[in-house]
């Protein structure tokens, strides 16, 4: 059974930086798309970013485009997203996510459906 562990998050003021990591047991990491996905506050979660199993595709959500960047490191069982100018509304519980690869160059996350395995979360406050 794959197993996702995220950490990172904290309080970090507006403008600033943070980077989340996910940690993956149980599979091998090739063989799966990764996701990050956040719940802020009384909203849905929503999806913001995935990388393909081959590392080759990345693809981020409008609301966060040119402030994040997702990595993965396949021979690690890792996985990470760094986030960059900050601002309250980037509060968060942050979640990534595994779906089994069906293309290695493509990726989505605009379905959490199609992610059966998840983390736990990691809570990031952005506030001064």
């Known amino acids: 059974q794959l197993q996702l562990a995220e950490s990172g998050g904290g309080l970090v003021q507006p403008g600033g930086s943070r980077r989340l990591f996910c940690v993956v047991s149980?599979?091998?990491?090739?063989?799966?798309?990764i996701g990050w996905f956040r719940r802020a506050p009384g909203k849905e979660r929503e999806g913001i970013a995935c990388?393909?199993?081959?590392?080759?595709?990345?693809a981020y959500a409008n609301s966060v485009s040119g402030r994040l960047m997702i990595d993965r490191d396949n021979t690690k069982n890792t996985a990470n997203l760094q986030m960059t100018i900050l601002n309250p509304e980037d509060t968060a519980v942050y979640y990534c996510?595994?779906?089994?690869?069906?293309?290695?160059?493509?990726?989505?996350?605009?379905?959490?459906?199609?992610?059966?395995?998840w983390g736990q979360g990691t809570q990031v406050t952005v506030s001064s």
């Open positions: 996510a595994a779906a089994p690869s069906l293309r290695p160059h493509d990726c989505q996350f605009s379905s959490d459906s199609a992610y059966p395995y």
């Open positions: 149980g599979g091998n990491l090739d063989d799966y798309d």
């Open positions: 990388i393909s199993s081959s590392g080759s595709r990345r």
